[in-house]
Structures are given as C-alpha cells and as structure tokens.
C-alpha cells in the first residue's frame, strides 16, 4: 500500500515566494490606505481652516431648483438628495437605453459586413467610418441642434397617423391607460419570456445532441406574444391608449420624450453602435473557416450557420471588448450636460453651484459612476462564464 504524501506546510520564511507576495499586498495596502487618510485629513484640514464647510449634511437640505424631466415626483423644495435620485435615474434610463439599442444595432452592422450583397456591405462600413471619427460631444450636439432648431414647432408639429407628433418639444407618442389588465399583459409578457429561454436551451442541446434545427426565434417570439395576449385577455381586454393631442403650444396626453433626451440617446447609441459592429465584424472574423464549411456540409443556410454555428463561437472574442463599450457609454453620458440633459453631472453641477461642497459633489459623481461601471462589469463577467464554450 503507497504511503500518503505528507501535507505540505506554508513556509513562513523570506524565501518562499508565496510569503513575499503576501508581505507586498498587505505594504502595498497599508500605502494606499494611508494616503487616502493623509488626503482626506489635509483636504478638511485646509477647508477648516479656511472656514469651508463641509460634510454631507447637505443632501438633507432642501435642494431649492427644478428638475426638467424626472422618472419620480420631485418638487424644488425636496431635498437634495432626492434631486441625485433623479439624476441618478435619468442616467441610468439613457444608458440602458442606450446599451439596447447600440447592442442591436451594432449586432446588425457587424454582420452586415460579411453580406454577399456589395451595396450592403459598403453602407456599414460607411457607417462605422462616419460616425465611429466623429467625436461623441459633436454628435450630441448636432442631434440638439437638429431637434432645437430644424424642427417645426408644436404648432405645427409633424404628424404620423394622428397618435405620433415630431416637434422642438421632443417626440410624443400614445400609451395603454394603465389597469389591472396592462399589469397581467406584462406579467404574461415576463412569463412569456421565461419560457421562451427554457425553450430555447431546450431548442440548442437538441440541436447539439441530435443535429436537428429548430426555430430559435419565431417560436420564441410566438411564445412571449402568447403569454401576454393571454395576460391581456385575462384582465378584461382593455383597449383604452391616451393619445397625444395637440392644443395650441402645448401636447395634452400620452407619453413624450424630450429633445434633450432624444439627442443624447441618438448620439450615444449612434456613437457605440460604430464600436460594436467592429467588435462584432472581428469576433465573426476570428471563427476558422472550416467552422463555416462543416455548417455547410451539415446543410444549414447562411443564417441557420450565423445563428448556430458562428456567433456563438464568436461571442468568447465579442463579450470582453463590448463590455467595455457599454462602460464607454454609460460614462460617455456625462456629457448630456452640454445640451441640457438632467443627468447626475448636471444636479450635481447645480449642488456644488449653491452649496459650494466640491468634494462631496464630485465624490458622488464618482460613486455614481463607480458603482454602475463595477455593477455593469460583474454582469457581462457573469455573462462570459456562461456564453465561454467548455471544453469536453
């Protein structure tokens, strides 16, 4: 019978390199700790002694300004910090948005790249030329430009069918009057989804085990449609929408999104879809091409190969560099401060305007941006794990 290798023991001694290692973490720690405490302690030093004030206290002050736009009821005589709650979702709503839209459209160009029509292929590398050279803050504030100056006003807004109206005043547009019906339409929708996922892992492992295809998208589609038609039947049917109606300078009804809003959107997604489709075009790329030959053999179409066979091989190269990009984008709508965007850098701006709290402004911005940078990354890092392909 083999004797057991006896246990190795954690060698304690300067030599060891694991134990010079762990010596330099725990200094390089210390440092670091202790110079945010010599610049904290410095910074409200200095400020004291200059008779600055300072602390947080504030953001229990009432704020005292307006806010143009805000997803939460908010008045000027809310405090402070209820006025970053609303820039803090105002930032949040544009780049979610955002990330939607540029992902999709990114998608689309990416592939658009490798279409056997030439026309195709020229329009997206035009597209990724143009606006990927163009710098961001000049896109902003040609949209705002566009939407402030070009369109007609609300009087004469441009109309689409009656329900849709174009103006200075942004874009309005109907919505469903909300009821115990709307609410079961989305919960079908949700649990429409749910199964339509389950499907779809169902769809791929047979398709891995037996090579037989089915529908990945249709069939989903179907099954998300039907969960909320069932929803909406369920809960009476209701088929009630208020609809914008123009009245003189002002838009009674539905819903609006404005042209600062508008123009932030557009330029981000715009901006980042250019990235996207040339991280797309790369991971696509990085596929051999006996991967595209064995798909063709098996005889699956152009598309049913794209779907199956290339893209998700592709996505190990497409998940890392599109993560930073969606990080570029929510970082990047800092600037809607340049056309009026209520965003956390624009209350911000205005708190540290009439408080004179610097430090604490600017920290919370960081915060801001921190907090959503590291939220968005743990995520797409969770997303990689699952989407890497395993090895057997």
């Not at 010596?23 to 610049?39: C, E």
């Not at 908010?74 to 780049?95: C, E, I, Q, S």
């Not at 557009?266 to 040339?278: H, M």
């Not at 998700?312 to 009026?340: D, F």
């Amino acid at each position: 019978m083999a004797e057991r290798a006896p246990p190795r023991k954690r060698a304690w001694s300067w030599r060891s390199q694991a134990f010079r290692g762990l010596i330099y973490q725990i200094v390089a720690v210390a440092l670091i700790a202790f110079g945010v405490w010599y610049l904290v302690n410095s910074t409200l030093a200095n400020m004291a002694a200059r008779g600055i004030q300072s602390g947080f206290g504030f953001l229990l002050q009432p704020a005292g300004f307006d806010i143009g736009e805000s997803l939460i009821p908010y008045d000027a005589l809310d405090p402070y910090w209820k006025a970053y709650a609303v820039g803090v979702l105002n930032t949040l709503r544009v780049a979610a948005v955002g990330i939607i839209f540029a992902t999709l459209l990114g998608t689309v160009l990416g592939i658009g790249r490798f279409s056997g029509n030439a026309i195709v292929r020229g329009l997206c590398y035009a597209y990724v030329e143009l606006f990927r050279n163009v710098p961001v803050l000049l896109q902003l504030l040609m949209w705002y430009l566009l939407f402030a100056d070009m369109l007609p006003p609300i009087t004469e807004a441009l109309s689409l069918g009656g329900v849709l109206f174009l103006s200075k005043n942004g874009l309005s547009f109907p919505v469903p009057v909300w009821g115990p019906g709307v609410g079961l339409a989305l919960l079908g929708a949700l649990a429409g989804m749910v199964a339509a996922w389950l499907y779809r892992r169902w769809a791929i492992a047979r398709f891995e085990a037996t090579g037989q295809i089915r529908s990945l998208f249709w069939v989903p589609m179907v099954i998300v449609i039907a969960g909320a038609l069932l929803g909406w039947i369920a809960g009476g049917a209701p088929s009630t929408w208020n609809v914008p109606r123009p009245d003189g300078f002002i838009m009674h009804g539905g819903a609006s999104a404005t042209p600062e809003f508008l123009a932030v959107l557009l330029g981000l997604v715009l901006y980042t879809a250019a990235f996207i489709a040339e991280v797309v075009r790369s991971g696509i790329a990085s596929v051999v091409r006996g991967q595209v030959e064995a798909a063709s053999s098996l005889g699956l179409s152009k598309d049913q190969a794209m779907r199956l066979v290339i893209l998700p091989q592709a996505l190990r190269v497409i998940i890392p560099p599109v993560t930073s990009q969606y990080l570029n984008l929510t970082k990047n709508s800092s600037l809607a401060v340049a056309v009026g965007y209520p965003d956390v850098v624009s209350i911000a701006n205005t708190s540290l305007n009439q408080t004179g709290r610097a430090v604490e402004c600017i920290a919370l911005i960081m915060a801001v941006y921190l907090t959503t940078s590291l939220a968005t990354s743990a995520f797409m890092n969770w997303y990689n794990r699952r989407a890497a392909i395993k090895e057997r």
